[in-house]
C-alpha cells in the first residue's frame, strides 16, 4: 500500500473558488480557505475566456506571468497580498482576476514561507522551497552558458516549469521525468508533443540541483528567471506516464496510491502529431464523477467546458474517453497529480472512492 507522512495534503496544496466583486466601493476583496499562507497561486477565470496567470513569493504583489502565452512578465494594476489563510485582493483586472459576478480558481502550493540564497549551483539562486512537500520555487539570473542551479529540495525533482521572465517571446520548458531523458521536454504554452533538445536542461537534475543550456527560455544572458520544481512526495504527488487506448469502455486506470484533488495531463508523442492542451482538474470544480467533468487548459485561455469524463479514485483515475487529448490510441501521456487524501497516512486511516 502506499504510504504517506503527510496526512492533510491541503496544508501545502489547494484549490479556492471565489467570485469577482471589481473591489466595489474601494472595499478589498478577501479570499480565504486555501489554509496556508500560498507562495504560488495559479489563477483563472471560468467562464470567460483570458489567460491564466501566476504570481509568486519572489515576484512581488503586482507582478504576473501566463501559461498561455510567451510574453515576460508584466504588471498588473490589481495587486495581491497572501496571508495565512489565502489573500487580499486590491484592484480590478477586468476579467482576468476580480471582475464583478465572474467565477475564478486559484490553486495553490505553499512554499518556504521565505526566500533564501542556496549557491549549490554555478548560478547562485534564491529558493523558497518545501521539502515536506517536495515543492521548491527558484530564482536564478541566467548566463546563457551552462550551468547549475541549487533548487533547495534534498530529493531529485520529477518535474521543472521554467520560465524567462523578462524576454518577450520566450516559451515555457518543461521537464518531465517520464518523458525519458533531459534532452526531452515540452511547452507549457504550446500544444507540441515532447520535443528534443539539449540545450534546455543540458543533463539530468540530481538532489541538489538542476542543469539549465545556452538558451535563453531556461537561462537568457542576465536575465531573470523562475522555476517551479517539484520532487515526488510518496501518497502526495506523482509524476507519471500511461498509454493511451481509445476506449471508453475499458480506458487505461492511471495508478497514484492517492485519491487525487488536481490532475494535469499532456499528450507527449503521438508519431511526431503536435496536438492537445494541458487538461487540468480539480476536486473543488469537479466534485464528483460527473459525465462532463469541467476542464481547464494551461495552453489556452478559453473559459472553462465540458471535459474527457474523467473519474477520480481513491487510488487513481482515469479517462472514459477516446479523445487523442486523453486517450488516443497509441499515444503516451505525462501527468502530474496531487493527492486529496492517502490510500494510507500515518494514522492509518485508508482513502475511500467516490
Not at 227 to 244: D, T
Not at 294 to 320: I, Q, T, W
Request: proline fraction near 3%; charge should be neutral.
Amino acid at each position: 500500500m502506499a504510504y504517506t507522512t503527510i496526512n492533510k495534503p491541503s496544508e501545502y496544496f489547494n484549490t479556492v473558488l471565489w467570485t469577482g466583486n471589481s473591489n466595489l466601493d474601494n472595499a478589498n476583496q478577501t479570499i480565504t480557505g486555501v489554509g496556508f499562507k500560498p507562495d504560488l497561486f495559479w489563477t483563472k477565470i471560468r467562464n470567460a475566456a483570458d489567460e491564466h496567470h501566476l504570481r509568486d513569493i519572489h515576484q512581488g504583489n503586482t507582478s504576473r506571468i501566463r501559461t498561455s502565452s510567451s510574453a515576460a512578465a508584466n504588471t498588473s494594476v490589481c495587486s495581491v497580498v497572501p496571508n495565512s489563510d489565502g489573500f487580499v485582493i486590491t484592484g480590478d483586472d477586468g476579467l482576468e482576476f476580480n471582475q464583478t459576478g465572474n467565477n475564478y480558481v486559484t490553486w495553490n502550493w505553499r512554499g518556504a514561507g521565505s526566500t533564501s540564497s542556496n549557491t549549490n549551483g554555478s548560478i547562485t539562486s534564491t529558493v523558497s522551497a518545501n521539502t515536506t512537500s517536495g515543492f521548491s520555487i527558484v530564482n536564478y539570473t541566467g548566463t546563457a552558458s551552462n550551468a547549475t542551479v541549487g533548487h533547495g529540495l534534498g530529493a531529485k525533482p520529477s518535474m521543472i516549469i521554467a520560465k524567462n521572465l523578462v524576454t518577450n517571446g520566450e516559451d515555457w520548458a518543461v521537464y518531465h521525468k517520464s518523458l525519458g531523458g533531459y534532452q526531452y521536454y515540452l511547452k507549457l504554452n504550446g500544444t507540441t508533443v515532447a520535443l528534443t533538445n539539449t540545450n534546455r536542461w543540458n543533463a539530468e537534475p540530481d538532489t541538489n540541483v538542476f542543469n539549465v543550456g545556452a538558451v535563453a527560455e531556461t537561462n537568457g544572458s542576465g536575465a531573470n528567471q523562475i522555476a517551479y520544481v517539484f520532487a515526488e512526495k510518496k501518497g502526495f504527488s506523482k509524476c507519471g506516464i500511461y498509454s493511451g487506448n481509445a476506449s471508453s469502455s475499458s480506458p487505461p486506470f492511471v495508478y497514484t496510491g492517492f485519491k487525487p484533488s488536481f490532475i494535469m495531463v499532456k499528450i507527449a508523442s503521438t508519431g511526431g502529431v503536435d496536438t492537445g492542451g494541458w487538461v487540468m482538474y480539480d476536486n473543488q470544480r469537479y466534485p464528483n464523477n460527473l459525465s462532463n467533468s469541467p476542464v481547464l487548459f494551461a495552453n489556452f485561455s478559453e473559459a472553462e467546458s465540458d471535459g474527457y469524463n474523467l473519474e477520480m479514485f481513491s487510488n487513481g483515475f482515469r479517462f472514459n474517453s477516446t479523445s487523442v487529448t486523453v486517450n488516443g490510441s497509441g499515444n503516451t501521456y505525462i501527468y502530474y497529480a496531487v493527492a486529496e487524501q492517502p490510500l494510507v497516512g500515518t494514522n492509518g486511516v485508508p482513502a475511500t472512492a467516490r
